[in-house]
C-alpha cells in the first residue's frame, strides 16, 4: 500500500508575533461580472476584484486564502451581480474561514458600457462608464456602496465674461461711428474671423460620485447614477460627433457655464432627491487648460432614500 502523503502546513504554525489583523486578502483578480445594460439586456463584463477578510484569532498565523479565491471564481458568473446576491457572496466568505473572521469586505471594478445618442444627427457610439462597487459585512451587517466616474465638459464663467467683454468692445470699435448697424453687416463680421475676438477656456472634466445605497434595492442603480450625473452636469462628454453635433455642444457649453464648486453643488442637490441614494461623497476635478493644475471641489451630504 502506498503510504499516504502529508504535506506541511506552514499556516498552522503560530506567528512570530501575536496580533489580530483588520484585513487580510487579495487585490486585484481577474473575474467576470454579470450586470445590465441601459435597455435590462444581461451583460457580461470583465471586472478587477480585491477581496479581504478579517483576522481575528492572534495566534492565527494566516487564513485560508485560497478558500476566498475559489468561493469567488462562480460567484458573479451565473446570475447579475444583486445586492442581495453580494450580501450571500460577503456571508459566503466569512464561512470559508471556519471560524477565523467575523467580517468580509469586496472591491469590484468595471466598465459598464453604455450606448449614447449624439446630440444632433441620427448617430450614437458606446461610451464607458468606471465603476465600483464596494460591499463589506461585519457581525452579520451588510453595507454597500456605488462610484461611477463621468466625464463633462466645463466651460469656465470667468473666462466667457471676459471674452463677451471683449467682442463687445470690438463690436463698438469696428460700428461704433456708423449709427445704425445693419443687420447683415453685423452678421457678416460676427460670422468671420475678426468677429471672433476671444474664446472662453473650457476642459475635459470628470465627477467621481460615490453614494452609500440604502437596504431594500432590487438591483444596482448603475445606469439611473450616471444619467442623474450627467442631467446634473448638462455637457457631458460626446462619442459620435457630425458637425452638427459639434456645433450643439458648443451652444450646451455656452448656457452652462460651470466653476468646480458649481458641479459640485448641482450634484449635490441632484442626489439629495435621490431614493437610491442612502448618503453621498462627490469630486470633481477640472483638468484645467488654463492652468498647470487643476480645480477641484467635494461635497458630502444625505440622499433621498427614506
Not at 108 to 118: E, G, M
Not at 234 to 260: I, S, Y
Not at 293 to 303: K, L, N
Request: glycine share 6%.
Amino acid at each position: 500500500m502506498t503510504p499516504i502523503r502529508v504535506m506541511p502546513d506552514v499556516a498552522l504554525d503560530r506567528p512570530a508575533s501575536e496580533r489580530a489583523l483588520d484585513w487580510v486578502g487579495m487585490a486585484n483578480i481577474a473575474l467576470p461580472v454579470r450586470t445590465r445594460s441601459a435597455t435590462g439586456e444581461a451583460m457580461q463584463v470583465p471586472a478587477r476584484v480585491d477581496v479581504h477578510v478579517d483576522l481575528r484569532d492572534p495566534a492565527a498565523r494566516g487564513i485560508h486564502m485560497s478558500r476566498l479565491y475559489l468561493r469567488l471564481q462562480h460567484a458573479f458568473a451565473a446570475e447579475e451581480m444583486t445586492p442581495a446576491g453580494l450580501a450571500r457572496v460577503l456571508e459566503a466568505l466569512v464561512e470559508t474561514q471556519a471560524g477565523l473572521s467575523r467580517a468580509a469586505r469586496l472591491v469590484i471594478r468595471f466598465d459598464q458600457l453604455l450606448l449614447r445618442p449624439a446630440l444632433a444627427s441620427a448617430n450614437a457610439g458606446w461610451k464607458a462608464y468606471p465603476v465600483e462597487v464596494r460591499a463589506c459585512v461585519a457581525d452579520g451587517e451588510v453595507a454597500l456602496h456605488l462610484a461611477v466616474d463621468v466625464d463633462y465638459s466645463s466651460t469656465c464663467p470667468a473666462s466667457a465674461a471676459l471674452s463677451r467683454q471683449m467682442g463687445a468692445e470690438a463690436f463698438a470699435q469696428t460700428f461704433g461711428n456708423e449709427g445704425t448697424v445693419e443687420v447683415a453687416a453685423a452678421r457678416d463680421w460676427l460670422r468671420s474671423e475678426a468677429g471672433l475676438v476671444a474664446t472662453p477656456h473650457a476642459q475635459r472634466s470628470r465627477a467621481h460620485v460615490c453614494v452609500r445605497l440604502p437596504q431594500g434595492l432590487s438591483s444596482f442603480p448603475i445606469v439611473e447614477l450616471v444619467e442623474r450625473t450627467e442631467l446634473a452636469l448638462g455637457t457631458p462628454v460626446q462619442t459620435a460627433v457630425k458637425r452638427e453635433d459639434e456645433q450643439a455642444f458648443a451652444a450646451l457649453n455656452a448656457h452652462n457655464l460651470m466653476f468646480c464648486e458649481d458641479a459640485a453643488r448641482r450634484l449635490a442637490h441632484a442626489l439629495s432627491t435621490d431614493r437610491h441614494v442612502a448618503s453621498f461623497e462627490v469630486n470633481v476635478a477640472h483638468f484645467e487648460s488654463l492652468h498647470a493644475h487643476d480645480a477641484v471641489a467635494s461635497v458630502t451630504g444625505d440622499g433621498g432614500a427614506r
